[in-house]
Each structure stands twice: as structure tokens, then as C-alpha cells.
């Protein structure tokens, strides 16, 4: 697959294969992202990776002082187009089938009925079609452990809101685009709510914080008001 | 051993180097806004130039020292007092236990750095001490300082003691910082991914214009006015990298400047990306204030942070020998 190395001024550079929501693709990313991730190039600080590219943050300083003679872009892009080469599996198979329970109650859910409404679909059906699938998370990003999971079904397609909401509670499960995410932490956000699970998607005292991990499968099992409730974590 | 905060300030952080290596988790890296500041005030101390510092904005807060501690101010000046005495910035001061310090008003830049010598007892999240305010992690409780929260030092290895008497003692030399922040001069860009997105008129009033950072800038990011930039082509971006330094266009033709509290992923065109050796500069550059922006190269931006690095090495060397040696005769 071809690819295209852009930097990110003299902090990173950015691999993109394309503009695209593409579960092959994103396996690229995922299995290039695993393989840096073991190699840990000297001066690398971070790996970004997102639907369609992965972008290395690097550590221009420490280059600088350690290989004088190498231009740290041109170096990183030297090193990471030898690298690629060597990813010829893209059948990305580390993800791990997460099963995470939903209450898509009323309570929960203030923009159900109107997804419902405007796809001329019972409420029922929306949260039958919501639940009914497996789905990829490509990315996490926008905030710690927050998933970009995909694709839903085309009936459940919404754009996010105009005005984003100023609090969304942790734990809101929503729609934007024919992607769903989850709200790990309470924040301000513009996804289309249809339901919240009582799972802490992101716990900094968790010797691994973030639940989830970019190229795991997600299921969402539809729990009761009552089940939820006695499943909230302790604060 | 401790900093007892008596009245809390606008916003004040404990901030290191910022946290690396949990991106692919959504992990932001969060940090110093002005690394420089941060470095300068802890080899003032003699700490390591990424040790934990304080972050303060103005108003700032107002502590009392449990402690004898040697301190240095770096950064914004937001003229400290230390009982009612006035504190230089970039030098190391000597303060005895009982000292309240005060800021009593901003003068110059946004954020002023405090580091105490042997640095704050703390304990790292995923690898950092710098407070994700978003995660309400690292630092301090995760979370802005407070009334009544007493911040531990450690001992300071250095060993060094204030004379008897005097409350406070100013050691005899102090650093020019300067060379860092240039007055007037243009903060510098590299051409983003998307850079090319804008139409060439667009492009050119990037640089010619005096941008103003509105009131809607904080820790995340600054919103710019100025001009309206247009995009010749208009295409939905799926998320992908952004970092500190990024210049992102915004539908309405505003650009933004993503700063250190900012996300790792974003979906609008990436126009820009500041250099790393003019984020400081561009750190103690507040809401109302005005800049312009400039083109450069790649090989310019690793000159710059080159000498950048050079000249705080130089610096650190200066401060640790100066340190030494007072403490040679101090024997």
C-alpha cells in the first residue's frame, strides 16, 4: 500500500496511507505501530496511531546532541521506510472481544428518540441495531481512553450535534458520523448520546488506565436501569 | 518539608517535561507551557532541567515556607514579594521557614515558574509528574492547587542552608534569559500536512498578518484573530496526529494554535506547526496580545532548537559550578 511521510514540523512525522476509515488499513497502522513500539527507536517519544496513519513523536533535542550529523526528520524517515518494508502481515489479529454492557434507558440516552424519530425507527430497533454488531475500535484519541469504534449500521448514521453539550457524564456511549464512542471521563463533547455503560473506560489508578486498546472488537450488551446501577463503580 | 498554599491562584499546576509514550491511549502529554522557564528556574536550584515545577498565572497564589528552601522564579514576572521584601527572578534566593511569599502584580509574560531546590515529593504517573487536568492525574492530586494543600519537598541534595538572620538571602549572580525571548520578533512555522489545503492568498496572509490570541485561550490552545483564511479544497479529515505547536483551521477560517494541555488526535487541517524553540516565547504571550507569524524550514527549526539547547546547557554548567563553589567556601 502506498504511503506518504509528511513531519509534523520538528517534533514528529506523520505516515498516511490515505484519508480513510479502512479496517485494512488501519490493520497497517496498528501492526507498523506494535512493531515501533518493540523496536524503540533511539529518540522516539510517543507513536499516534489513527485511523489511517501513525505518526511518531520524536525527541529532536536528544537526536541533536547524540547524532549531530543526522538531520532528525530525515533520519526518523529513513528509519521508519525501512521498517515498513518488513510489515507484510496486515491481518491484524491482536485485538482482543471486549463485551461492554449498555443501559440504553430513556435517562441515559437524551438523544435516542430523536435518532429513532428522524430514521423512522422504534426506539427498540435502534438500540437492537446498536448492540447487534461487533465493532473495531481504529483509535483511541480525543481523550484518555476514549475509543473511535466503528462502523455502525447506515440506519443509525447521525452527525454530531451543532452545539456541542458542556458536560457529558463518563461512561455515555454516542454516534457521530457512522462512528461510536464512548466517553471515558466527563467532558464537554458533541456525539449523539444513546446510552451509557457503567464500565470506567479510563481509571488513572489502573496499572493499565485506558480499558480498551486501539484494534480491539467491541460488543455492547444491553443492560437494565437496575442492572447498571448496581454495576457503578465506587467513585 | 513543605510549600503551604494560603490562597490559590488562577490556575497553578505542577508541570515537568510533560508525559511521553501512552499516545496510542489518548494520553495527552500536558507539561511546562514554557519549557525554558521551567529549565531555567530549576538550574538556578541546581535540579535537573526537567525536574517538577510549579506553574503559576496571574493572580497568582500565596504560600508560606515550612521549610528553608532555596527558590528560583523564572518565567512571566508577576513581582514577588517574600515578606513584604521584593524577589528577583532568575536567581536563587535562600528563604527561611516562615517566609509568605506574595505576587503582586503582572508585569510581564503569562506563566511564572517556581523550583525548589531537591524538587517536589511526588510520585510519577505513567512516567511524568506533570498534572493531566483532563484525567485528573499526576502532579499534585491530578487536579489545580488549593487552599491548605501543603506540597512536600525533598531534602535538598545540594546540602544548601541559609545563613541565620536574614529571611531571605539572594545568592550573588542571576542569569540573562533574553536570548529567549526576543521582543518583536515573528513566531516560526513549518507547513503543516494540510498547509497546502489553503488557497495562495490565504497562504500569504498567514504571514502578513498581526495575530491577536482571543480570551478564548488557555492551556489547550490559542484562538487567533486576525484574518479569515480560506481552504481551496475542502475535504473531510478523518482524525489523526496533532501536537502542541499545531496550527489547526477551524471551519469558520479562524486558526487555533494547540498548546501543551491539547489532545493527541484532531480532525481539522493541520496548516502549521510552530517551532519548538519559539513555543516558550509564545507561552508567556497572553490573551490580547499580538504576534506574527513566519515560514521557515525544517533545517532552520533544528538550528534553532540546536542553539536553544546550547545555550540552556551552558547555562546549567554555569549554575551548577557557581552552586559548588559557594558551597566550597560555605564549608
Not at chain 1, 88 to 109: F, H, K, W
Not at chain 2, 153 to 178: A, D, F, H, Y
Not at chain 2, 191 to 205: A, C, F, K, V
Request: glycine letters at 10%.
Amino acid at each position: 500500500m502506498t504511503y506518504q511521510i509528511q513531519p509534523l514540523g520538528d517534533q514528529g512525522l506523520c505516515i498516511s496511507w490515505g484519508n480513510t476509515i479502512d479496517m485494512r488499513v488501519n490493520s497497517l497502522v496498528l501492526a507498523l505501530n506494535d512493531h515501533l513500539l518493540q523496536l524503540q527507536l533511539p529518540g522516539m517519544l510517543d507513536l499516534i496511531p489513527a485511523y489511517s496513519s501513525l505518526s511518531i513523536l520524536f525527541d529532536a533535542r536528544r537526536m541533536l546532541r547524540e547524532f549531530p550529523q543526522q538531520q532528525p526528520y530525515d533520519y526518523m524517515c529513513k528509519r521508519v521506510a525501512l521498517e515498513i518494508q518488513k510489515i507484510t502481515e496486515v491481518n491484524y489479529s491482536e485485538g482482543r472481544l471486549v463485551e461492554i454492557p449498555v443501559c440504553y434507558d430513556q435517562s441515559m440516552a437524551p438523544d435516542l428518540e430523536r435518532i429513532a424519530r428522524q430514521n423512522k425507527l422504534d426506539p427498540a430497533e435502534i438500540i437492537r441495531l446498536h448492540s447487534s454488531r461487533t465493532y473495531r475500535v481504529y483509535m483511541l484519541g480525543f481523550l484518555p481512553g476514549f475509543p473511535y469504534m466503528g462502523a455502525v449500521d447506515d440506519r443509525l448514521a447521525t452527525p454530531r450535534l451543532a452545539s456541542p453539550r458542556q458536560l457529558v457524564p463518563a461512561g455515555s456511549v454516542g454516534i457521530a458520523g457512522s462512528q461510536t464512542g464512548i466517553y471515558p471521563l466527563d467532558a464537554p463533547g458533541g456525539w449523539n448520546l444513546i446510552g451509557r455503560t457503567p464500565l470506567r473506560l479510563f481509571d488513572p489508578n489502573r496499572a493499565e488506565p485506558a480499558l480498551l486498546r486501539p484494534g480491539d472488537q467491541i460488543r455492547f450488551t444491553p443492560i437494565s436501569l437496575a442492572a447498571f446501577q448496581k454495576n457503578i463503580p465506587a467513585p | 518539608m513543605s510549600l503551604h498554599i494560603l490562597k490559590s491562584g488562577l490556575l497553578d499546576t505542577i508541570q515537568d517535561e510533560g508525559r511521553y509514550g501512552f499516545g496510542h491511549l489518548g494520553v495527552n502529554r500536558s507539561g511546562a507551557m514554557d519549557r525554558v522557564g521551567m529549565a531555567v528556574a530549576n538550574f538556578l536550584v541546581g535540579n535537573a532541567v526537567g525536574e517538577a515545577v510549579l506553574e503559576m498565572h496571574f493572580p497568582a497564589p500565596e504560600i508560606r515556607l515550612e521549610a528553608p528552601v532555596l527558590l528560583a522564579l523564572a518565567g512571566a514576572n508577576f513581582t514577588a514579594e517574600a515578606d513584604s521584601v521584593s524577589v528577583p527572578l532568575h536567581t536563587p534566593v535562600l528563604l527561611q521557614a516562615g517566609v509568605s511569599i506574595k505576587f503582586q502584580k503582572k508585569r510581564a509574560g503569562t506563566r511564572c515558574y517556581l523550583a525548589a531546590g531537591g524538587g517536589f515529593a511526588l510520585d510519577a504517573w505513567l512516567g511524568s509528574c506533570s498534572t493531566n487536568l483532563v484525567a485528573g492525574a499526576g502532579g499534585w492530586k491530578g487536579r489545580a492547587l488549593r487552599a491548605g494543600d501543603m506540597l512536600a519537598l525533598r531534602q535538598n541534595t545540594l546540602g544548601v542552608q541559609p545563613g541565620s538572620g536574614e529571611k531571605m538571602q539572594c545568592l550573588p549572580w542571576s542569569v540573562n534569559v533574553s536570548d529567549f525571548y526576543p521582543a518583536n520578533q515573528p513566531i516560526r512555522f513549518c507547513p503543516g500536512p494540510e498547509y497546502t489545503w489553503l488557497d495562495t492568498d490565504s497562504q500569504s496572509s498567514l504571514a502578513k498578518t498581526a495575530w491577536q490570541i482571543t480570551a478564548q485561550s488557555n492551556r489547550m490552545g490559542y484562538r487567533l484573530k486576525g484574518a479569515n483564511l480560506q481552504q481551496e479544497r475542502v475535504t473531510e479529515l478523518v482524525s489523526s496526529v496533532v501536537a502542541p505547536g499545531t496550527i489547526q483551521l477551524l471551519p469558520n477560517g479562524q486558526p487555533i494554535v494547540l498548546m501543551t494541555d491539547c489532545q493527541t488526535t484532531g480532525g481539522y487541517p493541520r496548516i502549521g506547526q510552530i517551532i519548538q524553540a519559539d513555543l516558550p516565547r509564545l507561552a508567556q504571550l497572553g490573551a490580547g496580545q499580538a504576534f506574527s507569524l513566519q515560514a521557515v524550514s525544517l533545517e532552520t527549526a533544528f538550528a534553532a532548537l540546536q542553539e536553544q539547547t546550547q545555550i540552556l546547557r551552558r547555562m546549567k554548567t554555569g549554575c551548577a559550578l557557581k552552586l559548588s563553589m559557594m558551597l566550597t567556601t560555605q564549608r
